[in-house]
């Protein structure tokens, strides 16, 4: 036994006065923590030698972190966290195996590490479950000298990366970052990320900074950006909102919802704008029936026209289609296959021939070719091909009203938003064929009619119907007969 000297700390115990409470923050910058408590307890005993300098839970206080005893706050909040049980988890399952344990204990996994350190270096108790070391790496060099080595985290994300959330969330039980990898929120668009006006949305540091997140991780300066990774949308040690979430998801409260605080940037035309007539994730506002250009006469209220789809009879709204997650077992045999955890972030994904989301964005909406879960686990629809099925014909229906309206503003404006004619986002005139286009645009955006249709389709097929009425009247142009 014996308590060495670079466990006992020898500070004087204050709490520090938070200044950003008092809206001082930018004066303060650099020393801010009202969490963090000098203590002059000894902390306990030595690691073992070969553990790497992984302190761990205080010898004999399983759930009590060498951390805690000075960073109050994310330690309690921790606690409350699945990491913090993630022990009893495996133990409690009935199939627990020596190769399980590294990602159920602070091990190499998930931190700067690559080799064994923690449990899998010494199977010693106080490395159960996924502690603080698992993500901030070994703290015994912080611990002695708490100003100078702290340990930072990384928030990078990625399969071939040794640190980060994706070391233990892979494989076929939960593949959140394989399918991660697979969606938009892995991609940077660089031009969008370098300017400060989009980096709440398309940079992760942009984002994280923007929702008030000022604590300290090995990106956070980079000029490099990150994606919309793990811990854009995941809190670290917060279990305030269900999935340790940063925002709420099972709120029908739009102005709360996590997905609507940065698909809402663009719904309604911007006459000040040069790309003011293209929606820029318009999902949100289509979704409660916000979005598009109102014709001028037209007998439409914005939010009158609410499908189901974005009322509170669903509860997550996004993310009930979006975040979908199911079982895959082999029909022959009922064994298990794979774990769908809804992190490609599609509605309805292509899926292989077992039935696995395979990152393709092109297939057929048809029940062979995609994942139809999300509507028929939600409890919404009775059967995936019913849902295909009801897909198919309203996407249908809004696809021939957006044409017969492209083929009327085709006849006004032959170029349509090339510079010139009665579509020029470029001239700070409003026309009537500039709105209707913005409608097309929305109906059709990203590509098909499918999103559209499915958000808030009562509210496209009205808005393209008055378009329609309103460009005959404006210019005399006819819908093509159908
Ligand atoms: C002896 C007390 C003490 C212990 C134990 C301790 N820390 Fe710290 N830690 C501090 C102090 C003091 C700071 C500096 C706080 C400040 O700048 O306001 C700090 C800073 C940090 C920071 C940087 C915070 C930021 O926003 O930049 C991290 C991360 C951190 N500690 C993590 C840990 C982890 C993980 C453990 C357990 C392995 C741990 N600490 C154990 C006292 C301690
Ligand atoms: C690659 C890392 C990794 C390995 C190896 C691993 N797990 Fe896990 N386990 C996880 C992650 C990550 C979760 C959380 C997944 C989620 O929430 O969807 C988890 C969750 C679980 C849960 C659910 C806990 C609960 O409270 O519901 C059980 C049970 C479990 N694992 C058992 C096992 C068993 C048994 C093995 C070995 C046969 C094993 N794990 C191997 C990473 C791993
Ligand atoms: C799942 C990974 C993970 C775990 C587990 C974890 N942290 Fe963190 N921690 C992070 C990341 C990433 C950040 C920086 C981003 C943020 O604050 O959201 C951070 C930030 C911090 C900070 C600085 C911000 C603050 O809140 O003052 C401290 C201190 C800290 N962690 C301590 C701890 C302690 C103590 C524990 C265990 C009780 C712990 N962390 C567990 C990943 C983790
Ligand atoms: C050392 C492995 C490890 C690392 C690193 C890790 N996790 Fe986990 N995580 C787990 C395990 C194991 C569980 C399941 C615990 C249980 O339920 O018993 C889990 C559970 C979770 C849950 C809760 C799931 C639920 O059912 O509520 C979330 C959310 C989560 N992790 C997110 C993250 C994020 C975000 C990161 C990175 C910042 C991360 N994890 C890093 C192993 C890890
Ligand atoms: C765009 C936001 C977003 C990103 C990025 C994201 N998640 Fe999630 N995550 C969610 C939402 C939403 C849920 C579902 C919560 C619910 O339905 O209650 C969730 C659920 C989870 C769960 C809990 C699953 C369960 O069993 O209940 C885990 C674990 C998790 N995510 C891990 C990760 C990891 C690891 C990454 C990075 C590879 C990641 N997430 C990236 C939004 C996100
Ligand atoms: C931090 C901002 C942010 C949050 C929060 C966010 N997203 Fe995204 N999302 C983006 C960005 C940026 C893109 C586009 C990235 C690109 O194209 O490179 C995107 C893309 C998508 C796409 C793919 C669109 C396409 O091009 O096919 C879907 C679907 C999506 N998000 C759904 C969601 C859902 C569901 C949630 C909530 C669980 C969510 N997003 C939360 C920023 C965010
Ligand atoms: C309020 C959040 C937000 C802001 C701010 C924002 N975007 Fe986006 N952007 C998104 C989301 C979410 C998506 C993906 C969903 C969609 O396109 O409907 C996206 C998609 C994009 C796309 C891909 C669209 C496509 O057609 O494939 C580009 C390019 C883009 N944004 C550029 C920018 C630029 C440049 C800026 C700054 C001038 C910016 N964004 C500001 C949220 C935002
Ligand atoms: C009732 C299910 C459902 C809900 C609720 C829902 N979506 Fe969708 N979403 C879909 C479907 C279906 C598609 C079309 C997918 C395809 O074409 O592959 C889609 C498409 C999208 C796209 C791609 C662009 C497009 O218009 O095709 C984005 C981005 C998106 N949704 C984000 C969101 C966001 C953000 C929310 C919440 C504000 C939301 N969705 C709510 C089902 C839904």
């Not at 004619?421 to 064929?433: H, L, N, P, R, Y």
Request: include cysteine; charge should be negative.
């Amino acid at each position: 036994m014996g308590n060495s000297d670079f466990l006992r700390g020898s500070f004087r115990r204050t709490v520090r006065a938070s200044l950003a409470v008092l809206g001082l923050a930018a004066l303060a910058s650099g020393c801010v923590d009202e969490d963090t408590v000098y203590n002059d307890r000894p902390f306990g005993d030595d690691p073992p030698a070969s553990a790497g300098g992984m302190l761990g839970y205080l010898q004999g206080q399983a759930g009590e972190t060498t951390c805690a005893q000075c960073h109050a706050t994310p330690s309690s909040t921790w606690a409350t966290t699945a990491h913090a049980d993630a022990w009893n988890g495996l133990q409690d399952s009935g199939h627990a195996q020596e190769f399980c344990e590294a990602c159920h204990s602070v091990s190499e996994l998930g931190n700067a590490e690559t080799e064994p350190v923690g449990w899998t270096a010494t199977a010693d108790a106080r490395y159960v479950d996924v502690q603080c070391e698992s993500c901030h790496g070994p703290g015994s060099t912080h611990v002695a000298n708490p100003e100078a080595n702290q340990p930072i985290p990384s928030l990078a994300v990625g399969s071939d990366l040794t640190n980060g959330c994706g070391e233990c969330h892979n494989g076929t039980h939960h593949p959140f970052v394989e399918q991660w990898e697979m969606s938009k929120h892995s991609e940077v668009i660089g031009f969008a990320a370098a300017r400060t006006e989009c980096a709440s949305c398309h940079r992760g540091q942009g984002t994280l900074l923007a929702w008030g997140v000022r604590s300290n991780y090995v990106e956070r300066d980079s000029e490099e950006p990150l994606a919309v990774v793990c811990g854009v949308c995941h809190s670290m040690h917060d279990n305030t909102f269900e999935g340790q979430l940063r925002f709420p998801v099972n709120t029908p409260d739009v102005q709360v919802h996590l997905c609507a605080r940065c698909h809402n940037r663009r719904s309604v035309p911007d006459a000040n704008s040069s790309h003011g007539l293209a929606p820029h994730s318009p999902e949100t506002e289509l979704l409660v029936g916000e979005a598009g250009w109102i014709p001028p006469g037209a007998d439409l209220d914005y939010g009158a026209i609410v499908a189901s789809h974005g009322t509170t009879n669903n509860e997550k709204l996004c993310a009930t289609c979006h975040v979908a997650m199911y079982t895959i077992t082999d029909q022959a045999t009922g064994e298990f296959v794979f774990e769908a955890v809804g992190h490609t972030f599609q509605a309805i994904p292509c899926v292989d021939s077992e039935g696995i989301p395979n990152g393709e964005t092109d297939c057929a909406i048809e029940t062979q070719a995609r994942s139809f879960a999300g509507c028929v686990d939600s409890g919404c629809h009775s059967t995936e091909e019913g849902a295909a099925a009801i897909l198919n014909f309203r996407g249908d229906f809004v696809a021939q009203q957006a044409a017969a309206l492209l083929a009327q503003l085709e006849v006004v404006d032959p170029n349509l938003d090339e510079p010139g004619g009665e579509i020029d986002a470029g001239t700070s005139t409003f026309t009537v064929a500039e709105g209707a286009f913005f409608n097309y645009n929305l109906a059709t955006h990203l590509g098909d009619v499918y999103g559209s249709t499915t958000h808030n389709g009562p509210w496209i097929r009205a808005l393209l119907e008055a378009s329609i009425v309103a460009v005959e009247d404006e210019y005399g142009v006819a819908p093509p007969a159908p």
